[in-house]
């Protein structure tokens, strides 16, 4: 398609939570997202979604966490930088927001500050310039207010205006890349859809990248380019947003879009549930890790981990059932 | 399912405020309108979908509905029996007939229990089953009605999933047999796989037990998915009830519009017409008046910043709140 | 906010009341008066004495003495010593209140001064040598009692070493300008550490879990997220909100600093109101024990008071009105 | 430095501790000398309403009488010159010295002497706080004056400018000690009412309190530092020193402070464990001395009414302890000198720095005649003696003796907190009687005032007590605390011959006498031990402590004070 | 339809968990990570050793810890007593002995008492809320602003004596409202727990509601507070000795003991005399603050 702005291959998070348990929480994770793109990752909760961003970001403290494998950010490597370099990138060429905006925000700083703070230390300008540009980022996420904004603090928000306010310090400093970590989950279904509408305003209007972290298989219907599925600290498929919904090939992927109920179609009189439950990160069953939940598995698929399969230029899969349609290995 | 139409559950004028207390001598300042005024009935054997926006007051109703928190005011009868008329000590034996699944898997079972003592504290309370063995075999019954294996008797909450437990606070609530069960947004925690397999758990048991649900949620699809009737709470409010075909198809009120137009839909084939809303839930402790929703409406008109819509019949199956239409009514009746 | 003061002030006069009426009952429940005890000459003529007694109202019913001590109470009045003949409560209590405060304030400062950085600093180095070596201070500082400690320190610093002096708190009475303050200060040194240790070691372990508590909270997340240095991270963001619970401990502490400064004065021979209510006890001055739990008492609700109000200086969250 | 001296020899006290060991330079003039005070003023400085021990302190030295007293107890001229009894006893004139000023530069008069006796009886005087109304009620008027009644007071007359007369109801053998007060300056109190006087800044603060001694009061800090300047106009002489500081320091690091040279003196105090640390630095001398007072255990032999507490016909008797037996065997029981210890060994609670008493005399005194009175020396099997022969016997095997009735007998012993060999004295009582079969219940202490309280108020649970009495120089007279009516007679103790003896002693026909006093005083004392209202147990010592480069000090057996001026540093 | 109730084994438990970590209550969890802290069995051992002493003091003690003997005071070590006689000729290293059974036993009731009464209260106003929260925390407010030792000093006074019984009296009086807050904001939280919520709607009554749900989740706190409590009695016990208001002599504690080395001369020539006392107190209560850690730690189970 177009040129790549992240490319992540190979990581791998694993935390060392004890010295008999380590948690495989990325097990070899690799994707790009283009320029100008918006890509969606998602997976049930404990899949390892956080953890990819989080590693990217460099936001993980080590130890515990074991970072290993590539990120690069517009060609420059990310992983074993210092963190005074990667402070340079961070909220500068890229950015970040939270699934919690009630948390998200520190409380005894004014939104003003909070937001001033980092144009004064990306931007290197003075408190007066950072000021008004704040305003003008206030405006930018919706408020009409908002040279009142700039002096409350947080408390005096609700969730969906914190959100908000955390959309403009991540997008104070026209980052290249937008990584947003299930932004809307603890929100309102009309509030959501109001923060999902700002997000794609300002990809618009700084022509960056989104990485949209969610579970939600409707948000990512409605934001996403590419979707990247991952299950059990792996990316099981990988999909244009619409070959995924119309055409999901890892049985993962089916049993979930097939498990949802959905507010367009008719009424089911009972939804196809994936049985069981996510294994636990620091004790994966060897082969598929899908394979214990899964209605195709055979004996091949619990004696030895499948690749991610390439099926053709936009799609990859991890199952053996698509060995055949495999591009390359 | 529901020709029969015989009335379990009948709130009248339900209304809960919360004082808001304030200064040394805890003088009350205000009320937080929690629940304000709501009717309806839920009959034998359906499920009553309730959605609304995180403070709409859901969880209050279903709160008073079972007696948990007392009503400000109104009536609840719950199989003939007005809750208002009977003494405390029959509320309890009354309890046995109706049940909750709260929200929060985590927090709504006992730590310090084992699975086993969860199950069995109904059976115990309610002495309906007096001999240890018995009890230990219901409970065992019970494990295996949600889809437990029985090693889960002596185990402890923190050992099970989400959606586990979710499993546990079902097979608690079904242990005295109730008639009537109400789900405290029983899925909204949980992930779009384990969510389906306990939604159906609830309808399969819906079907073997004959039992009725008043299920609240904020999630439309889940709604949509499980309910006959829907009802659709703001702030404090019903502004719309429907049964569920007919208010997907054909939502009337502004807010229940909108609500269903906001829910992402995953058929990327469709692109929807959105209704978007602005602002923000006005605080229950200040409502708007007039409609509590005209701040946010887009048909917003002067009568709906004074008088407050009531609900109203809008054809079979539907009644909304919302002055668009009683101005349609009245225009249609008096034609 | 001002409204929110007021109130509470006026929020005390109950508690003021009703914890006047339960020492003044306590204290004179006590068998013994200002006038019996050891150190009485046997030649004074027991008329003079109850005479004395009957000038002082001690012959009346409690509650009557009560009321007189409460009706000038209220003026201001606390009345004249039983023991000290012919001096003021208010008086006796003036220079040795002053003593206290200082000695409370230098040691609370002492406190802040060591445990806020070393606490950041186990914080920032979790399980490092130096990391333990706090914690080990902190466990002993925490298990020593304080007057032992205060021996020791004696000990050690003056008899052993000659620093620091082990008696009172001045060496000269005409010390004027630096001279003063500093003699002050070096007087201090050793009651004011003692006095100290125990909070030093309960701030320095809150400050290193609240720190490290915070480390992983959402909004220094956010605040790293953002490519604010570490220092920005740590000093602005980090230590703005774990010294939030301090600064409430800090008005709470008030009253336990001067709990402990009864013995510390003790060992020290620091001329404060803890020994002069250790003594007043045992003498059975009663106007001075009212007093004194009057003081003490009132200093101790605006300390808490004072915690709120910094609480709600520190933590924007806190609104009072 | 050494013991000067040894109590065994000390007689009535040796004078001069510091001048027999030969300092090494020659003396210096000015200085500062740092004496030890473990307790803080209470900061009245004005000798007829201080309460405090620790204002005498500074007191004495600041202040003066018409009379005082030497080493053998007798009056010596101080303020005044001279003085005279009348023919029947009942008058006392003294002739002042002329040559004596206030602080202030302004004369001392004959006025200064009435004012301040006058200041005594006045009606005012007891609310204000004061309590030494026994210095003036021996004198003539003074009920009419003091109750207002009259406006003169007839008691005591100014004759010339320096020469006043004290006319008593009675002729008094205690005349010379009753108007051995401190004089307080007309000038400065004329015009301050008797009720303020307490609350001036003449009775309080450095500076405006004015006295005629050889030091005046400079500068304090309270409860820290009182400093003393020398009274260059002394008409004794100008002091050596410049100036005197007294520490007010813990009791616990004073030996310490004396050590590395930040006090230079702490006089009587000294604690007896400490005495042989001390004995043992290079440069400090150290003496001591008994006490005027003593330690005793009472026995409540009488219980008694509280409101009729000088009326014996209304008491009730402890049958406990009405057997004089059963005291005596508890007196051989006791291991008294096991208390007091040996100074060679260093053993016991006193490490040997003190005596045992017998009778209430003390050791200074000279109504104290040991060699006349027999006593009870410790003897476990004399007392068991006695107890068998007056009945008390085990009769039911439990290891403690019943009394001959064959009662259970337990002995309620109480204590007070504050004295801490006293305290530790307790548990050694009850260790040594139960030696010898007596069961003693031993009373959780109580604080003082409570323990004195219940123990004036004849609480029926006491039987036996631990108290002190610290007596004044002036008079060995002990009817205040023995005679029957006495309220402080806190055993309840009423035995005629006693109370004869008593007011034999100080009958004015013969008690001018002394060696007539003598005698009844060793008659009296003699029955009293055999009777034994109350077991008197020791004198401790009082020890003093001082670096050898200071000379002059004259230690007598009830004051350091008196001649601060010839204090002197030596190279 | 009805066959199609299919209990499809549509839930797999706890996938493969090693056996060890099976169906352990959270107590035992709490037990199991309390063990697994190295200072906390340090604790433990130290509380376990010095128990043993307490018990067997009359094995171990050499002499009658009471006896005085004036012959010999303010001994050093020697064969016959091993670490020297205090100011009363008493035997050190029996008085050390029994006074680890008097002192841990001070410290035990006292702080049994306290948990009782302020834990009572705390639960009662925590549970009720309301006015009778209104009323309890009042009265912990008036107990709170007077300075401790001063309120000790004071109640001592009225009741004139000061023994063991009345000591821990007194610290229950003086000390209940740091429980009672502690207990009356954690049984505030349990309150609106779901769990609560979920009781009360199977109808469990009142009663079964405090015992069966608050009272096993107050445990934790319960257990953590009374161990700093207990600590905290020891180091208190030893204050009020020193200014003579503590247990009178001839009872061997150890704040007696380490009272006697208020003199200089005691500190400087007889360390034996205080060490052992001063190290019993700093290593009890080392030992119990590392327990009581511990136990947070353990209870307080975020993982
Ligand atoms: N600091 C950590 N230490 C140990 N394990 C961790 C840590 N952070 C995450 N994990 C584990 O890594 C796994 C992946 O977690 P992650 O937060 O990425 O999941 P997720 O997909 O974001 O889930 P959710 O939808 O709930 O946010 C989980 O099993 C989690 O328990
Ligand atoms: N005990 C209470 N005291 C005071 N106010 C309360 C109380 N319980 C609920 N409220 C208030 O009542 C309103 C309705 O709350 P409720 O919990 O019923 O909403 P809800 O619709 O269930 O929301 P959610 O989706 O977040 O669960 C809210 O504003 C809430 O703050
Ligand atoms: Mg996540
Ligand atoms: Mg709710």
Known sequence: MSEPLLEVSHLKTYFEVNKTRTVKAVDDVSFQVNKGETLAVVGESGSGKSVTSLSIMGLLFSPPANIQGSVKLSGKELIGLSDKKLDQIRGNEMSMIFQEPMTSLNPVFTIGNQIAETLIKHK?????????????????????????????????????????????????????????????????????????????????????????????????????????????????????????????????????????????????????AIPGVVPAAHRFPVGCRFAPRCPHATDECTAEMPNLLQVDDTRAVRCVLYKEEAVSV | MTDKKVPLVEVKGLKKYFPINKGVLQRKVGDVKAVDDVSFTIYKGETLGIVGESGSGKSTLGRMVLKLIDATEGEIIFNEQNFAKIKNSEVRKLRRDMQMVFQDPYASLNPRMSIGELLEEPLLVHKTISSKEGRKEKAFELLEKVGLPREAYSKYPHEFSGGQRQRIGIARALSTNPEFIIGDEPVSALDVSVQSQVLNLMQDLQKEFDLTYMFIAHDLSVVKHISDRVAVMYLGRIVEIADKDILYKKPLHPYTQALISAVPSTDVTIKREKVALTGELPSPANPPKGCAFHTRCPHVHDRCKVERPILTQQGEGQMTACHLYTTEAAAAKAE | MTKYIIRRLLQFIPMVILASIVVFFMAYLAPGDALSGENLDPNIPREVLEERREALGLNDPIHIQYYNWAKRAVTGDLGMSMHHTGRSVSDLIGGRLENTLNLSIFSLIITLVISIPIGIYSSRKPYSIADYSATTFAFIGLAIPNFFAALLGIYIFSFGLGWLPSQGSISAPNLTGLDYIGSKLKHMILPGFTLGLASTAIYMRYMRTEMLELRGSDFIRTARAK??????????????????????????????LLSGAVLVETVFNYPGLGTLFVGSISNRDYPVIMGINLILAMTTLLGNLLADILYAVADPRIRYD | GDTVDSPSDSGGGTSDGGDTEEPSGGPVEGGNVNLAMFSPPENLFNPIFYTALYDAHILDITHEGLVSQDEEFTFIPQLAEDWDFNDDNTELTYKLRQDVKWHDGEDFTADDVVFTFTSLADPDYVTAGGVRVDYVNSLVGYEEYSSGDSDEFEGIEKVDDYTVTFKFKEASVKALSDTALAIIPEHVFADIPVAEIPEVAESRDAGSVIGTGAFKLKEYMEGEQYILEANEDYYGGAPHLDTITWKIVGQSVAAGMLENGELDYIPRDVAPQDAATIDELEGIELFEQPQLGYQYMGFKLHHGPDESLSDPSTWEVNEKLDNKELRQAIAYAFNRSGIVGDPEAGNGLLGGRGIVLDAPFPEASWAYNPDVIEGYEYSPEKAEEVLEAAGYVDANDDGFREDPDGNELVLNLDYPVGNETREKMAPIIQQDLEAVGLKVELKTPREAPAHFELVEKNNTDVDLYLAGWSLDSGDPDPSSLYKSTAPYNYPRWVNEASDQLLDDAVNPEFAFEQEYRQEKYVEWAQNFVDELPVLPVYSENEIHAWNSKLTGVTIKPFTFKNDTHLWQWTE | MEPELSRQPDVIVGNKVPDEEKSLSPLQLAVRRFFKNKLAIVGVIIMILMVIVAIFADVIATHDPTRADLLNIEQRSSAEHILGTDG???????????????????????????????????????????????????????????????????????????????????????????????????????????????????????????????????????????????????????????????????????????????????????????????????????AINFIGDGLRDAFDSKS
């Open chain 1, 124 to 272: 290197k300008i003075s408190k007066k310039e950072a000021k008004n540009e704040t305003v003008r980022l206030l405006k930018l996420v919706g408020f009409g207010r908002a040279e009142e904004m700039v002096k409350e603090f947080p408390h005096q928000l609700s969730g969906g205006m914190r959100q908000r306010v955390m959309i403009a310090i991540a997008m104070a400093c026209n980052p290249k890349l937008l990584i947003a970590d299930e932004p809307t989950t603890a929100l309102d279904v009309t509030i959501q859809q109001q923060i999902l509408d700002l997000m794609l305003k300002v990809k618009k209007e700084f022509q960056s990248s989104i990485l949209l972290i969610t579970h939600d298989l409707g948000v990512v219907a409605e934001m996403a380019d590419r979707v990247l599925v991952m299950y059990a600290g792996q990316v099981v498929e990988q999909a244009t947003a619409y070959e995924l919904f119309t055409n999901p090939k890892h049985p993962y992927t089916v049993g979930l879009l097939n498990s949802m109920p959905k507010i367009d179609d008719e009424q089911k009189e009972r939804l196809d």
């Open chain 3, 227 to 256: 490519g604010l240095g570490n220092r920005s991270v740590l000093y602005k963001h980090t230590l703005r909100n774990a010294l939030i619970p301090i600064i409430t401990l800090l008005g709470l502490e008030f009253g336990t």
């Open chain 5, 88 to 286: 009363s000729g008493r035997d050190n290293f029996s008085r050390l002995v029994y006074g680890a059974r008097i002192s841990l036993m001070i410290g035990f009731f006292s702080m049994l008492s306290t948990v009782i009464v302020g834990g009572t209260l705390g639960a009662i106003a925590g549970y009720y809320g309301k006015w009778v929260d209104g009323l309890i925390m009042r009265l912990t407010d008036l107990i709170l602003i007077f300075p401790f030792l001063l309120m000790v000093l004071t109640v001592v006074s009225i009741l004139e004596r000061m023994n063991i019984t009345i000591f821990i009296l007194v610290m229950a009086l003086t000390n209940w409202p740091n429980i009672a807050r502690v207990l009356r904001g954690t049984f505030l939280s349990i309150r609106e727990k779901d769990f609560i919520m979920s009781a009360r709607s199977i109808g469990c009554s009142d009663f079964r509601i405090i015992r069966k749900h608050f009272i096993p989740n107050a445990v934790g706190p319960i257990i953590v507070n009374a161990t700093i409590m207990m600590a905290i009695m020891i180091i208190i016990e030893s204050g009020l000795s020193f200014i003579g208001a503590g247990i009178p002599q001839p009872t061997p504690t150890w704040g007696n003991m380490l009272s006697e080395a208020q003199s200089i001369r005691v500190l400087r020539n007889n360390p034996e005399t205080w060490l052992p006392p001063g190290l019993s107190i700093l290593l009890v209560v080392l």
